[in-house]
T-cell receptor
Framework: EAQVTQNPRYLITVTGKKLTVTCSQN?????MSWYRQDPGLGLRQIYY???????DKGDVPEGYKVSRKEKRNFPLILESPSPNQTSLYFC??????????????FGPGTRLTVL | DQQVKQNSPSLSVQEGRISILNCDYT??????FLWYKKYPAEGPTFLIS?????DKNEDGRFTVFLNKSAKHLSLHIVPSQPGDSAVYFC?????????????FGKGTHLIIQP
């Protein structure tokens, strides 16, 4: 089954404790992206990756890191989480970017709480 | 600076009637528009899209209309069904531009009343 998976689905942590949210897709998609969803703000892009070893900042990258060592995986890293990073996070992927747009497929979400 | 706006946080419609969800955008570089549907505890799923070269796209009960001069698009659901109750996000992108992701609106919570 074609899908985007995220782990963990739920996480409660404390300020300053490094964490990683994993994202994996099995559709051989080139483009992957992370979004956060906050009440009243909709979905905002954190980082994106056009292909292996190619990443760039989205609209709200502060406090986050990403890596793209393999095509299928795009982990989101919070080196020193803070309470304002409490949010619902979505990973997404699409076949490619630009040109004829290909729809993005979203993972199920990771609800993160930073105390 | 909100480039994609959904001004109705929620909308309540009776089952069987038409649901109309609205979306406005400010960036004239956007040339591809999408609607996503989101149920609680799930990721958004693609619903329907439209290119700026068209003014209408239809898929079953769902139709999206685009008015480029007004920078406005709308999603029509006819007839509305209980399973349509969800949050709907309007999104836009410059398909011929760089690798920027989708720009989303804040979403409209559609509630279908029995």
């Amino acid at each position: 089954e074609a899908q985007v998976t995220q782990n963990p689905r739920y996480l409660i942590t404390v300020t300053g404790k490094k964490l990683t949210v994993t994202c994996s897709q099995n559709m051989n998609h080139e483009y992957m992206s992370w979004y956060r969803q906050d009440p009243g703000l909709g979905l905002r892009q954190i980082y994106y990756s056009m292909n292996v070893e190619v990443t760039d900042k989205g609209d709200v990258p502060e406090g986050y890191k990403v890596s793209r060592k393999e095509k299928r995986n795009f982990p989101l890293i919070l080196e020193s989480p803070s309470p304002n990073q409490t949010s619902l996070y979505f990973c997404a992927s699409s076949l490619t970017y630009g040109g004829t747009y290909n729809e993005q497929f979203f993972g199920p979400g990771t609800r993160l709480t930073v105390l | 600076d909100q480039q994609v706006k959904q001004n109705s946080p929620s909308l309540s419609v009776q089952e069987g009637r038409i649901s109309i969800l609205n979306c406005d955008y400010t960036n004239s570089m956007f040339d591809y528009f999408l609607w996503y549907k989101k149920y609680p505890a799930e990721g958004p799923t693609f619903l329907i899209s439209i290119s700026s070269i068209k003014d209408k796209n239809e898929d079953g009960r769902f139709t999206v209309f685009l008015n480029k001069s007004a920078k406005h698009l709308s999603l029509h659901i006819v007839p509305s069904q209980p399973g349509d109750s969800a949050v709907y996000f309007c999104a836009a992108i410059r398909s011929g531009g760089g690798a920027d992701g989708l720009t989303f609106g804040k979403g409209t919570h559609l509630i279908i009343q029995p």
